[in-house]
């Protein structure tokens, strides 16, 4: 699931969803399955909210393809569980992966000189594996 909109003046996951969005998958993904009243139980506490509004939300989380939204019972015994599609690595993984592809289509040289600008920053593993990409890149035909 790719998100449409990126936000550049946000940070961590406010960068690819908005605040409440941001509140929510993490709290999914640290419980794992809940309803939207266990959800807005948990949200309340800290923040006032409506249960309307975590509905609202938690739907289109769920319509978005980032929650998976499954009923059990019938009637007033009807209850809809809510559980993340991804884990938190695999969604921040699949939207820097997205973000760093449509930069390198776009403007692909600028890009890679912006992220060599900024290797004094990386990780020392993770410079060692750009190293062993280097030399793999370098020895195909």
Known sequence: MKVKTLHLN????????????????????????????????ILNRADPLSLTTVLT??????DKGLLHKESTGGGRNRLTFFTPVQTREQFITEQTK??????VEDFGS????????????ADPELIARLEKKLSELKQKP
């Open 10 to 41: 946000e940070e961590g996951l406010l960068r690819f969803l908005g605040s409440l969005e941001a509140k929510i998958m993490s709290l999914l993904w640290e419980k794992g399955r809940l309803t939207i009243k266990q959800a807005h139980e």
């Open 57 to 62: 939300v938690m739907v289109r989380l769920a």
């Open 98 to 103: 997205s973000v760093t592809d449509g930069l």
């Open 110 to 121: 600028l890009m890679v000189s912006h992220l060599v600008d900024n290797l004094d920053k």
